[in-house]
């Protein structure tokens, strides 16, 4: 083996390409955690724009109804409430 076939075994290993276990696409093993990390997080944590502008219009609306109508919206709001 020559000097160049010395230095090319030395050198790492090139990354291999893994299988996201919850998409199935195939990424390099290096990014795949990071991929996952990004595209596959709870997005039910965070809050859109659009709902963040819906909830200050309720929050609003809210404030402009009287105590015992405040009261009415908040006992239709309960979940024990419900009459399924």
Same mark, same amino acid.
């Given at each position: 083996?020559?000097?160049?076939?010395?230095?090319?075994?030395?050198?790492?290993?090139?990354?291999?390409?893994?299988?996201? !276990?919850?998409?199935?696409?195939? #990424?390099? &093993?290096?990014?795949?955690?990071?991929?996952?990390? %990004?595209?596959? +997080?709870?997005?039910?944590?965070?809050?859109?724009?659009?709902?963040?502008?819906?909830? !200050?219009?309720?929050?609003?609306? #809210?404030? &402009?109804?009287?105590?015992?109508?405040?009261?009415? %919206?908040?006992? +239709?709001?309960?979940?024990?409430?419900?009459?399924?």
């Amino acid at each position: 083996m020559n000097n160049e076939g010395k230095l090319l075994a030395k050198t790492s290993p090139v990354s291999q390409m893994v299988k996201c !276990d919850v998409c199935g696409g195939h #990424y390099n &093993q290096r990014y795949v955690t990071s991929h996952k990390r %990004l595209s596959h +997080r709870d997005k039910s944590e965070s809050i859109s724009v659009d709902e963040t502008r819906t909830l !200050d219009t309720i929050l609003a609306l #809210y404030k &402009q109804i009287s105590a015992k109508a405040r009261r009415e %919206l908040l006992r +239709r709001l309960d979940p024990a409430s419900d009459q399924a």
